[in-house]
């Protein structure tokens, strides 16, 4: 293993077990993106590629029938296959190029969510994710999926975890 790859490894383990650290904690008390903090989810899951977190959902969350607004859908879906790129252990930052949804049930303002994102494919340049969106029964509200760019950009993230 190249010191390269031993980099990564290392980077994404860690991030992994800071992740299993914050498990069923809101994300607002937590040094995170302003809109991770308004989304306020709590992590459920974290592995490898892999992040479920749940969310409540906020009259400000909904549209004008009392239901989760599919634009909130499509901003939480991104928001968690970000996080879940972050158990990568890239040093750069990828940006979502394109993302497709499908908007297949409903939830209500007042109940709450659990969104999954899985890492399908990891490329030279490009990252491949697919998410959902389920009620706590285990309804399916919406899929998505999403190719993002790797870029060079170097996050706060990263550079504090490598300081670790």
Not at 89 to 115: A, C, M, N, S, W
Not at 128 to 134: D, G, L, P
Request: hydrophobic share 40%; glycine share 8%; with cysteine.
């Amino acid at each position: 293993m190249s010191n390269f790859d031993k980099e990564i490894k290392n980077r994404s383990e860690k991030m992994i077990s800071l992740f299993k650290t914050f498990i069923n904690q809101e994300l607002k008390k937590l040094p995170v993106p302003p809109f991770t903090k308004w989304a306020n989810g709590k992590i459920i899951k974290a592995e490898y590629g892999l992040m479920e977190l749940e969310f409540d959902v906020r009259p400000e969350m909904g549209n004008p029938t009392n239901l989760l607004h599919g634009g909130i859908q499509c901003a939480l879906m991104d928001d968690v296959i970000g996080i879940a790129t972050v158990t990568l252990g890239l040093k750069g930052f990828p940006i979502t190029i394109d993302f497709h949804i499908d908007y297949l049930g409903k939830v209500k303002v007042g109940e709450k969510i659990r969104v999954t994102s899985e890492i399908i494919r990891e490329g030279k340049n490009i990252i491949h994710a697919n998410a959902e969106i389920r009620d706590l029964k285990n309804n399916l509200i919406s899929t998505g999926n999403s190719n993002m760019l790797k870029t060079q950009f170097i996050p706060d993230y990263v550079k504090a975890t490598d300081k670790i």
